[in-house]
T-cell receptor, first 115, second 114 residues
Framework: DTGVSQNPRHKITKRGQNVTFRCDPISEHNRLYWYRQTLGQGPEFLTYFQNEAQLEKSRLLSDRFSAERPKGSFSTLEIQRTEQGDSAMYLC?????????????FGQGTRLTVV | AQKVTQAQTEISVVEKEDVTLDCVYETRDTTYYLFWYKQPPSGELVFLIRRNSFDEQNEISGRYSWNFQKSTSSFNFTITASQVVDSAVYFCALKDNQGGKLIFGQGTELSVKP
């Protein structure tokens, strides 16, 4: 297994444009999480999926943000009408809940810069 | 409220010194998991260790050891004989029992100089 994979690694976009990020979790993992990390801070939870169901969304996830996990495999995070405040590292993590493993494994992140 | 506090923003040591990273947490849960992650400049968060709240035995794994004290809500992490490759930002995290999301501290940037 190659671990959690995120694409693209870097994205520069103009304010007002839409962007989409992709996360491929570890294949047998049933949970998938999205976090946002700004400079000098710890990651902050955005949302998570149990298989294909989105079960929790943080108040950080404004209506410009949407996430999907079709068929419980890969996930996408879309930001519409980007703002400069959206500039951050977006991290994806996956875990296998219910099988005695409790740790989450992270991808390398997508660094978004909104200019 | 659930919260993780890492009071040390930056630590600088010389290679081969031991270094301890502090972590204090708050939780309403009676059972919970705590973690340490390492984030090198590449950006990926690397899982290091986990500890559950119902086992207070402290452990050692190679150059890593941890001191979990439920009475003081602390989960400190020690690197013995530090190496330059240990230079990174280290995060302490608490797992929320409702859904499993991680609540992170603000991180401690460790710099190990040769």
């Amino acid at each position: 297994d190659t671990g959690v994979s995120q694409n693209p690694r870097h994205k520069i976009t103009k304010r007002g444009q839409n962007v989409t990020f992709r996360c491929d979790p570890i294949s047998e993992h049933n949970r998938l999480y999205w976090y946002r990390q700004t400079l000098g801070q710890g990651p902050e939870f955005l949302t998570y999926f149990q298989n294909e169901a989105q079960l929790e969304k943080s108040r950080l996830l404004s209506d410009r943000f949407s996430a999907e996990r079709p068929k419980g495999s890969f996930s996408t995070l879309e930001i519409q009408r980007t703002e400069q405040g959206d500039s951050a590292m977006y991290l994806c993590a996956s875990s296998l809940e219910g099988a005695g493993e409790v740790e989450a494994f992270f991808g390398q992140g997508t660094r978004l810069t909104v200019v | 409220a659930q919260k993780v506090t890492q009071a040390q923003t930056e630590i600088s040591v010389v290679e081969k010194e031991d270094v301890t990273l502090d972590c204090v947490y708050e939780t309403r849960d009676t059972t919970y998991y705590l973690f340490w992650y390492k984030q090198p400049p590449s950006g990926e968060l690397v899982f290091l260790i986990r500890r559950n709240s119902f086992d207070e035995q402290n452990e050692i794994s190679g150059r890593y050891s941890w001191n979990f004290q439920k009475s003081t809500s602390s989960f400190n992490f020690t690197i013995t004989a530090s190496q330059v490759v240990d230079s990174a930002v280290y995060f302490c995290a608490l797992k929320d029992n409702q859904g499993g999301k991680l609540i992170f501290g603000q991180g401690t940037e460790l710099s190990v100089k040769p």
